[in-house]
């Protein structure tokens, strides 16, 4: 009975109890020593770290023998694996045989017999090549839960939510976590190896061992790019877009320098496309799967969308256009809308000649809102006026509104209502042309008319807010989230113009729908409400409805805000003051 050639077993092995203990012994039980079973998993996702576990469960427990064999494709794998056969017939019982590392699976047809032992592969190969296999099962990465666990053990201490940001830091790689497991428990802590670049952690998992995310990150560059023309083409893109975000330089400066640095069609320098994946993944464009692949979301498709579009312009240019496209600044975990952010200011200041299809000028102008959300308006306004000046009017295009749209919010924000104003009106007006006039498009741009009118021709602005509201109830329906809203409008403009007791009614009757529609602590719903209150304390004689209003949108607030948001200050202080209005003073009060 022997166990040759076999691994140590690891000590911080957690995990994969689904494959371990269910799906590898269901289907050697099923393959009956005729088929081979194939654990398939990029390098570093734990393949071979399960097939050990599983060797060391099973023998001698269930296995008379078995047999560790790291396969290469050559003749000596293939001589090894006879010896091994050879041996399984002089026992009497079932044995196991491992086979770690095979690449061509062709090499193993004709060399496993027909009645033989159990068979363990493990392959890096693509499931289709796996024909003659009984099964193949995906190895992926640990889950969070399982990682965590393993990163405690090396530092029992560390806190949850920082083993979590570790583990995803790591791709939740076994053999990542693993290895930097290792030095945690040495001389590095969680804090310090969170703010390594990815060079940096690539070189400390290389110096600490032979399988690291740098294997997987080569299976990435592969899946990304097959032609590396277009591999030097992102590169350049990015280059020229010069965001200075990469974790060991600035591409803009070194495209500069180096104007021939990839003419060539030899393979891209690895740590170029190492940092090149690390940005595009933080940003949400591509993402890497816990099996290893990669999604590439709608980047390649975006790309290929402006090749037809525009084939006479070169590759860079477009790829620029796609990358522009692409980014969303909303997606992703806060963290990783902090560096969409940073990567949206240096799209905005690209030359808007360099950008010249509908799809990439509408891309282009949505990324203002980084600025709209950063309240530095007077960039927005400056960058929006260049947009216009290198682009024209574009009456009939989809970005010409959006740029009125967006000068509308900045000049509000710095409080310029008249310009603000006008801008509104003319976004109406071209969301009109392309949509028509009942379109929900145009009747949102209605809305932010009769909004910003409203601050200083309250009476004028009524009259639109009521046109409007009949309009989207016609074409959106009356419980619709913009009819109510406009509602709610109407009601605030109301009290504007002196109106309380119109604007109590009219504001509880809209307060209703919503909690009907929308729910009771929907953002708007107690916007109303909040309002009804201010409405009832207005009127001069209905201070207790207005107080248990105020209360209960205190009450609400805090529950969905906390007690420090600026919304649940609101009604605090107006629950307050109302209370303080309704309390009598005291006798030593008026004594006084």
């Not at 990304?224 to 992102?234: E, I, M």
């Not at 060539?264 to 190492?274: E, I, K, N, Q, T």
């Not at 000068?407 to 009109?432: D, H, P, T, V, W």
């Not at 504001?507 to 201010?534: F, K, M, P, Y």
Request: charged residues 25%; neutral net charge; glycine residues 6%.
């Amino acid at each position: 009975m022997t166990r040759s050639a076999a691994p140590e077993r690891l000590t911080d092995f957690v995990g994969q109890d689904h494959l371990l203990e269910e799906a590898v012994p269901q289907h050697l039980r099923s393959a009956a020593g005729q088929r081979p079973v194939v654990l398939r998993g990029v390098l570093g996702s734990g393949a071979t770290a399960v097939a050990n576990e599983y060797l060391h469960r099973t023998y001698p427990r269930l296995y008379v023998a078995a047999e560790w064999i790291n396969f290469s494709d050559n003749d000596e794998s293939s001589r090894l694996v006879h010896l091994a056969l050879h041996r399984f017939r002089q026992l009497n019982g079932p044995a196991l045989l491992v086979l770690d590392g095979v690449t061509c699976p062709e090499r193993l047809v004709g060399l496993l017999p027909d009645h033989g032992p159990d068979v363990l592969i493990t392959s890096a190969a693509d499931a289709s090549v796996w024909g003659h296999a009984e099964s193949v099962l995906d190895v992926t990465a640990l889950p969070t839960q399982d990682a965590v666990r393993l990163l405690r053990r090396y530092q029992p201490g560390m806190a949850r939510s920082e083993a979590e940001q570790l583990a995803a830091r790591l791709d939740h790689s076994p053999a990542a976590l693993t290895q930097v497991g290792q030095q945690l428990s040495r001389k590095l802590s969680a804090s310090h190896v969170l703010e390594l670049s990815q060079m940096e952690l690539l070189a400390l998992l290389h110096r600490s061992g032979t399988h690291s995310p740098a294997d997987r990150i080569g299976q990435a560059v592969e899946a990304l790019a097959p032609d590396w023309c277009f591999a030097q083409d992102l590169l350049r893109a990015l280059a020229l877009i010069g965001a200075p975000v990469f974790p060991s330089r600035n591409l803009g400066p070194l495209f500069l320098h180096n104007p021939n640095l990839m003419s060539s069609s030899d393979r891209l320098p690895v740590a170029l496309v190492v940092e090149a994946l690390e940005l595009l993944s933080r940003r949400g464009l591509i993402h890497f799967h816990a099996n290893g692949s990669v999604v590439l979301l709608n980047l390649l498709q975006l790309f290929c969308l402006s090749t037809v579009d525009a084939p006479a312009r070169p590759r860079v240019d477009r790829l620029v256009e796609a990358l522009v496209i692409a980014l969303d600044i909303d997606r992703g975990e806060p963290a990783h809308r902090a560096d969409a952010a940073r990567a949206a200011q240096h799209m905005l200041e690209l030359a808007p000649d360099l950008i010249t299809t509908a799809e990439g000028r509408t891309a282009l102008v949505k990324l203002i809102r980084v600025n709209l959300k950063g309240n530095r308006y007077h960039r927005a306004i400056a960058q929006l006026t260049r947009f216009r000046e290198a682009w024209g009017r574009g009456d009939s295009q989809v970005w010409s509104a959006q740029i009125d749209r967006y000068l509308a919010q900045a000049y509000e924000g710095i409080g310029n209502l008249r310009k603000a104003f006008a801008c509104a009106e003319r976004a109406m007006a071209a969301e009109s042309r392309l949509s028509g006039n009942r379109n929900r498009f145009t009747l949102a741009d209605s809305y932010s008319v009769a909004r910003i009118l409203g601050t200083y021709a309250p009476a004028d602005a009524i009259r639109l807010a009521e046109a409007v509201e009949r309009q989207q109830a016609e074409e959106l329906g009356e419980q619709d989230r913009e009819t109510l809203r406009t509602g709610a409008l109407i009601a605030r403009l109301q009290l504007s113009c002196l109106l309380p007791e119109t604007a109590a009614d009219h504001s509880r009757v809209v307060w209703r729908a919503q909690c009907n529609a929308l729910g009771e602590s929907d953002d708007e719903t107690l916007v109303t409400l909040q309002l009804l209150g201010e409405a009832l304390e207005a009127t001069g004689h209905s201070a207790r409805e207005a107080l248990a209003c105020f209360r209960d949108a205190k009450k609400l607030r805090r529950r969905k805000f906390g007690i420090d948001h600026a919304a649940t200050v609101e009604s605090t202080a107006a629950y307050l003051r109302v209370k303080g209005s309704l309390t009598p003073p005291s006798p030593h009060a008026r004594d006084r």
